[in-house]
C-alpha cells in the first residue's frame, strides 16, 4: 500500500483546494466544449453560488446534530460499555467495524465520530485486559463503517431525490423519488447487509496476528471529558442548568414528528434533521451540556459551508452553458441499461476524489447521471443509488471524511491508508455486483 500512501501524502491537496480547482476545470472545459462566452460562464457561477443554500444548511446540521449526539452523556457511557465487549484481537477489529458501521446507517456524522470514540475506548480497555491491539487497525475499523453511510437513514442523495423542490426533482420528471424505491428498497437493505458482512470478514481477514509488529494506543488515559456545566448564580441560569427547558422541546419535536409522519408525511432531510435534534433534546442534561456540545461540534462544519457554495457555482456553471446535456449524452454512448449502474457508480467513485462530499457530488452528478439513465429508460432509483455506492466507496482512499476521526485518534491517514484500501476493494465488489444484478 506504499504507492498509495505516496501519492495520497504528496499530490492530493485539501478539499477546499479541490473545489477550486475542479471550479476552473469545469469553466475551461465549457469554454472548449460549448459556444457559451466567458462573461455569460462568470454569470452563471456566481448566480449558482446561492443555488444550494437550502441543501447546504441541511447537510451542515446532519454533521453538526450527528457531533452533538455522539458525545451526550448516555452515548459517551454506551461507548464505554461496548468498549468491554471484545474479549480477543480479531473480534476487536470487528466488532469496532460492526458498530461504526451500524451508527453510519443511523447518521453519517454520528457514524464518523462514533468509530474513533469506539476504537479510543476499546483500545484503553484491550490495553488494560492485556490484549494487544493495533491501534491503527482499530481506527481503520472505525472508518471503515462509513463505508455504507450512503445505504442508511441519513443518504443525502436519496433523500434530497426524496425532498419536494429538491435540485434533482427536474432531473426526475418533475415528481420525487420516495425513499422506499431506494434506501428502503429490499435490494439496498441486502446489499447493506452484504457490505457489512464481507468488509467484516476481509478485516478479519487482513488484522495483525501474533508476532506481527503492534502499535498500541500511547495516551495512558481517556481524554477528559467536559459537560459544559457552569455556576448559578442568577435566575436566567437557573434556567439554563434547568433540564425540562430542553425535554419539553424535544418532547414537542417528537409530538411533531409522529403527527408528521401519521399524516401521511415522508421521510426527508429534514425530517431526519429534526429527528436527530429530537434525540439531542431528550438526551442532554440542560441547556449548558447542549450550548457546550455545539460549540465543541461547530468546528467540524465550517469547512462544509464554505465548500458547498462553490459547488453550487460548478452545477450553475455544467447547467448554464450546456455541459450537461453534453457529458450525459457522451455517457449515454458508452452504457446499456445492464451496464449503466456499474458504469455511473464508477464513475462517481471517480468523482469522489474531486468533490469529497455525498451532497456536492449530488449537485454536481446527480443531473447528469439521472438525464443519461432518462436516455436509456434505466430506473432512477439505480441511478441514484449508484451515485450514492460510488460515492461512499471511495471515501476510503479520499481523506477528507477521515479528518474528525483521526483527530480523535491522533493518527495520519496514512497510519490507516493500507486497511481502507482493502476495505475499498471488499465493498466494491459488492456494490458493483448489486447494481448489475438489479438491472438485468
Not at 505516496?6 to 469554454?31: C, G, K, N, Q
Not at 457561477?45 to 457531533?67: E, K, N, P, V
Not at 441519513?154 to 415528481?175: I, V
Amino acid at each position: 500500500m506504499r504507492p498509495i500512501n505516496h501519492v495520497v501524502e504528496r499530490f492530493i491537496p485539501s478539499a477546499l483546494v479541490f473545489s477550486i480547482l475542479l471550479t476552473f476545470i469545469v469553466a475551461i472545459l465549457a469554454l472548449i466544449l460549448t459556444d457559451t462566452a466567458p462573461g455569460d460562464l462568470v454569470v452563471y457561477w456566481g448566480d449558482g453560488l446561492a443555488g444550494l443554500l437550502d441543501f447546504i444548511t441541511q447537510m451542515a446540521l446532519i454533521l453538526l446534530l450527528g457531533h452533538i449526539l455522539a458525545n451526550t452523556g448516555p452515548v459517551r457511557r454506551g461507548l464505554a460499555f461496548l468498549g468491554s465487549v471484545p474479549r480477543t484481537e480479531l473480534t476487536a477489529y470487528v466488532f469496532v467495524f460492526f458498530v461504526a458501521a451500524v451508527a453510519s446507517l443511523i447518521t453519517w456524522g454520528l457514524g464518523l465520530v462514533v468509530g474513533g470514540l469506539l476504537a479510543r475506548e476499546v483500545a484503553y480497555q484491550g490495553r488494560e485486559r492485556g490484549l494487544q491491539l493495533h491501534f491503527p487497525m482499530l481506527v481503520a475499523a472505525g472508518f471503515a463503517g462509513f463505508v455504507v453511510w450512503h445505504m442508511g437513514y441519513s443518504a443525502s442523495g436519496p433523500l434530497t431525490a426524496a425532498t419536494e423542490g429538491s435540485f434533482l426533482q427536474e432531473s426526475l420528471g418533475g415528481t420525487p423519488l420516495p425513499i422506499t424505491e431506494t434506501v428502503f428498497s429490499l435490494w439496498n437493505i441486502i446489499a447493506a447487509v452484504v457490505t457489512v458482512l464481507v468488509v467484516g470478514l476481509a478485516l478479519y481477514l487482513v488484522a495483525p496476528r501474533k508476532g506481527d509488529k503492534i502499535n498500541q494506543l500511547s495516551v495512558d488515559a481517556r481524554e477528559a471529558i467536559e459537560d459544559g456545566q457552569e455556576e448559578v448564580v442568577t435566575p436566567a441560569d437557573r434556567l439554563d442548568a434547568s433540564r425540562i427547558v430542553t425535554l419539553l422541546l424535544g418532547l414537542m419535536l417528537v409530538a411533531y414528528l409522529a403527527l408528521h409522519f401519521a399524516g401521511g408525511g415522508t421521510l426527508t432531510l429534514n425530517t431526519v434533521n429534526w429527528s436527530f435534534l429530537a434525540l439531542i433534546l431528550l438526551l442532554v442534561r440542560n441547556p449548558f451540556e447542549l450550548i457546550h456540545l455545539t460549540k465543541n461540534a461547530a468546528s467540524n462544519v465550517g469547512e462544509i459551508l464554505l465548500q458547498f457554495p462553490l459547488y453550487a457555482g460548478i452545477l450553475g456553471l455544467m447547467v448554464g452553458s450546456g455541459l450537461v446535456q453534453i457529458f450525459s449524452d457522451m455517457f449515454v454512448q458508452i452504457s446499456t441499461p445492464t451496464t449503466f449502474g456499474v458504469l455511473a457508480f464508477l464513475s462517481a467513485g471517480l468523482v469522489n476524489f474531486f468533490v469529497p462530499s455525498g451532497g456536492g457530488q449530488f449537485a454536481v452528478q446527480g443531473p447528469i447521471m439521472l438525464s443519461a439513465g432518462a436516455e436509456l429508460g434505466v430506473d432512477p432509483a439505480i441511478t441514484v443509488m449508484a451515485v450514492s455506492y460510488g460515492d461512499q466507496w471511495t471515501n476510503m482512499i479520499q481523506p477528507f471524511w477521515a479528518i474528525p476521526l483521526l483527530a480523535i485518534a491522533g493518527l495520519k491517514m496514512r497510519d490507516i491508508l493500507g486497511y481502507t484500501t482493502i476495505v475499498l476493494i471488499a465493498s466494491g465488489v459488492v456494490f458493483g455486483a448489486t447494481l448489475f444484478i438489479v438491472s438485468l
